[in-house]
């Protein structure tokens, strides 16, 4: 699969975990797995395994071999906090991420709780980088504005909020310490609805707390022919944050060849096989 990605808030994909499983109204009509599904059992394919949870230990150095600097999405074809994730597979993503400071790391997850756990007990040295964004998905008031609470009491660099896919007004949002907000509707077959009031309260809200807003889509079925303009205009709007310098080549190698050892000893460490293997859910 190619690392660029479409995805308008981002310019890479960095996919070392693939596959999920449901958790909430906002996973639906997941685009991940509707993809991953349709390659099941195609040998030699990526997803041959369709969406079942796998760790992919041969993905973990990748962003040392990407020398231009990137707005790198981690795991959108997974969750990186997914409870059969281990920890220790968890905390190597993070050195990697740490280790690979001229990228801006997006890290979204829907299970916010095991974020706020893990990332306290990785400490601050691990997490806390200005280059390393922590998100949590936002989809209505009951599953996803608890998350808010969670990913507020985390560890972070950033803190973002993906609201996408809206799926309901979400009232009065508490936007304290929320360095970013997407919003943005849903797309493909059975789209759900999306509101202008709903998106524009959101967009008001983020403008009293000077809070970077970015509108990704209004959805449906066609999403291209419905655009990405609110009231005639477009919020391409990105937080600040201070990269690292890029290491000369000599380093950036000497990097790479540690973190190829570590992802080996890891997969030693957790086992050969994949030892998360999940059936998709009905």
Known sequence: MSDQSSIEWTDATWNPVRGCSKVSPGCKHCYAETFSERFRGVPGHPF???????????????????????????????????????????????????????????????????????????????????????????????????????????????????????????????????DWVIVGGESGPGARPLAEEWVVSIRDQCRAAEVPFFFKQWGGVQKKKNGRSLRGELYDEFPESTLGLLPPRHQRHALLHEAEERAQRLKLQLGATPLVEIRRAG
């Open 48 to 178: 041959e395994q369709g969406f079942d949870l796998r760790l992919i230990f041969d993905k973990l150095p990748e962003p040392l071999r990407w020398a231009r600097s990137r707005k790198i999405f981690v795991n959108s074809m997974s969750d990186l906090f997914h409870e059969r994730v281990p920890d220790a597979y968890v905390a190597e993503v993070f050195n990697v991420m740490v280790e690979t400071n001229w990228h801006e790391y997006q890290v979204l997850t829907k299970r916010a709780d095991r974020l706020r756990r893990v990332t306290r007990k990785l400490g601050a040295r691990r997490v806390e980088h200005d280059h390393i964004w922590l998100g949590v998905s936002v989809e209505d008031r009951k599953y996803g504005l608890p998350r808010i609470d969670a990913l507020r009491r985390a560890r972070a660099g950033k803190r973002f909020l993906s609201i996408e896919p809206l799926l309901s007004d979400l009232g009065e949002i508490d936007l304290s310490g929320i």
